[in-house]
C-alpha cells in the first residue's frame, strides 16, 4: 500500500471516534428534507474549522452547501457527496447519518495527503433525497456538479459492494375534470372525471405489453371527488409512476402514456391535467470507477465484501451521474437481508458496526480518489467508459 495512502488511513483512525459522535448527533436529531439545520450546521462548521471554503445555501437550496479544498494549482476535481435528511415518523431508517461524518473523513484525509501533484477536493451536501430529491433541485437552479472529474458517495448497507443499473423514474400527478350532475336525474349533463380516470388506468394495462420488459408502471387513485354515488365526480386525481433503466428509453414511453391519458380523456370528453412532480435518471454505470472503489475496500478489509448489485431502485444521485462519471461505496453495517427503511437500520444506526462502517467508506473513498490523482490513466479510462456510455444512452432514444 502507497505510504501517501497509510498517512491518510492513520489520519481517519484518528478522527474516527470525533465522526462517530457527529454520526450519533445526527441519528439522534433526524430531521426531514430542506430541514435538515442541525446536521447541516455540523458538517459546514466543521469542515470551515479544516481549512475548506464552504458556501451555504448552494443553489437557492438553504441545507445544501459546497466545501473546496485546492491543493495547488490544477489537476483533477474529485467530488465527495453527502446526503443527511431522515425519513418521517421512523428517522434514520437509510443510515444517513453516516454519509456526512464518512465524507468529512475522507475529504479532510485527502486534504492533508502529502501525494504529488495538484488536485481540488470539493464536497457537496445535497438535502432532501427521500422526499423532494434535493439533487434534482440543485440541478435545476443551476449547479451542474459539471467541474467535478468524478462524484463519489458512500451509503451503510447490508454488503459491502457497488451498484451497476438503477431505475429512471418519473412520478405524475393526473388530474381528470369533469362535468358533475345527478346521476338519476340529469345524468346526460355529466362528463365523469372518474370515467375518465378509470379508462386511463385501463389504457396503462394495455401499454404494458407494449413496452420493454423493464419498464414498471404503478398507479394509485388518491381522489374522486368525494361525492356520493349518485353524483357524477367532477374531479379524479391519480398518482402515477413511471420506471425504467434507462432515463432516455422511459422519455419515449412517457410519451405515450400521455397520449393514453389524453385519449382517455377524449373520450369522456373530460380535462386531463398531467404534473410532473419528480424525475430522476437512470444511474450511468462507470465499471472502471466502480473497480477502483472495490480495490480499495479490498485493500482496507472491508465486512461483508459482495458483487456488485446489478439493479437497483431509484436515487437522485442517476441525475449527477448522467453528468460526470460517478459511484457509491455501499458498506456493511446492517445483517446481509436487512431492507433499506426498516426498523433494522435504525437498530444498527448507532451500533459498532455503523461507526466502523464510517471509517471504512472513509479509506476506500480516500484510497480511491488517491489512485485517480496519482494515476492519470486510471482518470483517463473512467472518462472514457463515462463517454461510452453516455453515447449508447442518447442511442435509446
Known amino acids: 500500500m502507497l505510504k501517501e495512502k497509510e498517512k491518510m488511513f492513520r489520519y481517519i483512525d484518528a478522527v474516527a471516534p470525533q465522526m462517530a459522535a457527529m454520526s450519533d448527533d445526527i441519528f439522534d436529531h433526524p430531521e426531514l428534507g430542506l430541514n435538515e439545520y442541525h446536521a447541516f450546521a455540523l458538517l459546514t462548521d466543521w469542515l470551515e474549522q479544516e481549512g475548506f471554503a464552504v458556501e451555504r445555501g448552494v443553489a437557492g437550496v438553504e441545507t445544501a452547501f459546497r466545501a473546496i479544498y485546492h491543493h495547488g494549482n490544477g489537476g ?33 484525509a485527502l486534504k492533508n495527503s502529502e501525494a504529488d501533484g495538484n ?10 433525497e427521500e422526499s423532494v430529491s434535493g439533487k434534482i433541485m440543485m440541478l435545476k437552479n443551476g449547479c451542474t456538479f459539471e467541474e467535478l472529474d468524478v462524484a463519489l458517495m458512500m451509503h451503510g448497507s447490508g454488503a459491502t459492494q457497488v451498484d451497476v443499473k438503477s431505475l429512471a423514474l418519473s412520478r405524475f400527478k393526473v388530474v381528470f375534470h369533469g362535468v358533475s350532475a345527478h346521476a338519476a336525474v340529469k345524468p346526460e349533463k355529466g362528463r365523469s372525471a372518474l370515467d375518465g ?24 387513485i388518491v381522489n374522486c371527488g368525494g361525492t356520493p354515488a349518485n353524483i357524477v365526480p367532477a374531479v379524479a386525481e391519480a398518482s402515477f409512476y413511471v420506471r425504467s433503466y434507462s432515463r432516455n428509453y422511459l422519455d ?19 380535462e386531463v391535467e398531467i404534473i410532473e412532480e419528480k424525475g430522476i435518471d437512470s444511474k450511468i454505470p462507470c465499471l472502471a470507477l466502480n473497480d477502483i472503489l472495490m480495490d480499495n475496500a479490498s485493500q482496507v478489509e472491508a465486512p461483508r465484501i459482495r458483487p456488485a448489485r446489478e439493479k ?29 427503511h426498516s426498523q433494522d437500520y435504525v437498530d444498527a444506526g448507532k451500533s459498532k458496526e455503523a461507526h466502523d462502517a ?24 473512467v472518462k472514457q467508459e463515462f463517454a461510452d456510455r453516455m453515447a449508447d444512452e442518447m442511442r435509446m432514444k
Open 197 to 220: 380516470l378509470i379508462m386511463a388506468c385501463q389504457g396503462v394495462e394495455f401499454l404494458r405489453e407494449h413496452v420493454a420488459d423493464d419498464v414498471k408502471m404503478h398507479y394509485t
Open 252 to 270: 419515449t414511453v412517457i410519451e405515450r402514456f400521455q397520449k393514453v391519458l389524453k385519449g382517455a380523456a377524449m373520450m369522456t370528453e373530460t
Open 312 to 340: 437497483t431502485g431509484s436515487t437522485d444521485f442517476g441525475n449527477i451521474m448522467h453528468r460526470v462519471p460517478g459511484s457509491c461505496i455501499r458498506v456493511a453495517f446492517v445483517k446481509e437481508d436487512a431492507a433499506s
Open 76 to 108: 483533477p476535481n474529485i467530488g465527495l457527496l453527502c446526503e443527511y435528511d431522515a425519513l418521517p415518523e421512523i428517522g434514520h431508517a437509510c443510515g444517513h447519518q453516516l454519509q456526512g461524518p464518512s465524507i468529512l473523513a475522507a475529504a479532510a
Open 358 to 381: 464510517i471509517s471504512y467508506g472513509a479509506k476506500i473513498l480516500a484510497g480511491a480518489a488517491l489512485d485517480l490523482v496519482m494515476r492519470p490513466e486510471l482518470l483517463k479510462a
Open 119 to 128: 488536485y481540488t477536493v470539493t464536497v457537496y451536501g445535497t438535502p432532501a
